[in-house]
Protein backbone atom coordinates (compact mmCIF):
# COMPACT_ATOMS: atom_id res chain seq x y z
CA UNK A 1 0.00 0.00 0.00
CA UNK A 2 1.17 3.42 -0.99
CA UNK A 3 0.76 6.10 2.21
CA UNK A 4 1.45 10.09 1.58
CA UNK A 5 2.41 11.47 4.48
CA UNK A 6 2.45 15.38 6.03
CA UNK A 7 5.02 14.62 8.70
CA UNK A 8 5.97 17.57 11.27
CA UNK A 9 9.45 17.10 13.25
CA UNK A 10 10.35 18.12 16.55
CA UNK A 11 6.40 18.05 16.73
CA UNK A 12 6.47 17.36 20.88
CA UNK A 13 5.20 13.58 20.68
CA UNK A 14 5.09 10.63 18.18
CA UNK A 15 1.69 10.77 17.13
CA UNK A 16 -1.13 10.34 13.80
CA UNK A 17 -2.90 12.99 13.83
CA UNK A 18 -6.11 12.22 11.42
CA UNK A 19 -6.50 13.25 7.47
CA UNK A 20 -5.92 16.49 5.89
CA UNK A 21 -6.30 17.77 1.98
CA UNK A 22 -3.66 19.85 0.66
CA UNK A 23 -4.37 22.56 -1.98
CA UNK A 24 -3.94 20.51 -4.57
CA UNK A 25 -6.45 18.13 -3.82
CA UNK A 26 -4.38 15.34 -2.29
CA UNK A 27 -5.36 14.08 0.99
CA UNK A 28 -2.47 13.42 2.95
CA UNK A 29 -2.14 11.35 6.95
CA UNK A 30 -0.86 13.61 9.17
CA UNK A 31 2.04 12.62 11.31
CA UNK A 32 4.45 14.63 14.00
CA UNK A 33 7.54 12.86 15.91
CA UNK A 34 9.64 14.21 18.54
CA UNK A 35 12.66 13.80 16.79
CA UNK A 36 14.23 16.17 14.61
CA UNK A 37 14.86 16.33 10.79
CA UNK A 38 19.11 15.68 11.63
CA UNK A 39 21.12 12.27 10.03
CA UNK A 40 17.44 10.63 9.39
CA UNK A 41 16.42 10.70 12.86
CA UNK A 42 13.00 11.84 12.29
CA UNK A 43 12.36 9.65 9.15
CA UNK A 44 13.24 6.74 11.07
CA UNK A 45 10.72 7.56 13.84
CA UNK A 46 8.06 7.91 11.43
CA UNK A 47 8.84 4.35 9.93
CA UNK A 48 8.58 2.96 13.33
CA UNK A 49 5.44 5.09 14.20
CA UNK A 50 4.08 3.88 11.06
CA UNK A 51 4.77 0.46 11.91
CA UNK A 52 3.24 0.56 15.24
CA UNK A 53 0.25 2.23 14.48
CA UNK A 54 -0.63 -0.24 11.35
CA UNK A 55 0.50 -3.20 13.41
CA UNK A 56 3.33 -4.53 10.66
CA UNK A 57 6.91 -5.05 11.26
CA UNK A 58 9.32 -1.99 11.13
CA UNK A 59 11.05 -3.70 7.79
CA UNK A 60 7.44 -3.93 6.10
CA UNK A 61 7.51 -0.03 5.62
CA UNK A 62 9.74 2.39 3.69
CA UNK A 63 9.83 5.80 2.62
CA UNK A 64 10.12 5.83 -1.17
CA UNK A 65 10.19 9.40 -1.96
CA UNK A 66 10.48 12.22 0.30
CA UNK A 67 13.42 11.91 2.62
CA UNK A 68 14.63 15.51 3.03
CA UNK A 69 11.49 17.15 2.83
CA UNK A 70 7.80 17.11 4.96
CA UNK A 71 5.82 15.63 2.56
CA UNK A 72 6.65 11.80 1.68
CA UNK A 73 5.93 8.85 0.15
CA UNK A 74 6.01 5.60 2.06
CA UNK A 75 5.35 1.94 0.69
CA UNK A 76 3.59 -0.37 3.63
CA UNK A 77 4.22 -4.27 2.86
CA UNK A 78 1.37 -6.68 3.93
CA UNK A 79 -2.19 -7.70 3.49
CA UNK A 80 -4.13 -4.86 2.00
CA UNK A 81 -7.69 -5.55 3.80
CA UNK A 82 -5.91 -5.24 6.86
CA UNK A 83 -3.51 -2.28 6.22
CA UNK A 84 -6.62 -0.35 4.74
CA UNK A 85 -8.81 -1.05 7.97
CA UNK A 86 -5.80 0.36 9.66
CA UNK A 87 -6.07 3.48 7.76
CA UNK A 88 -9.58 3.54 8.29
CA UNK A 89 -9.08 3.39 11.83
CA UNK A 90 -5.76 6.45 12.48
CA UNK A 91 -8.19 8.22 9.69
CA UNK A 92 -11.28 8.24 11.21
CA UNK A 93 -9.29 9.42 14.53
CA UNK A 94 -7.44 13.17 15.16
CA UNK A 95 -5.63 11.96 18.49
CA UNK A 96 -3.01 9.94 16.51
Known amino acids: ?31 RVRAAPEDGRANDALVELIASKFQTPRRSVSIASGHTGRQKKLFIAGDPVRLIAALEKVGATNNG
Open 1 to 31: MALWIRLTPKGGRDALDGLETLSDGRVVLKA
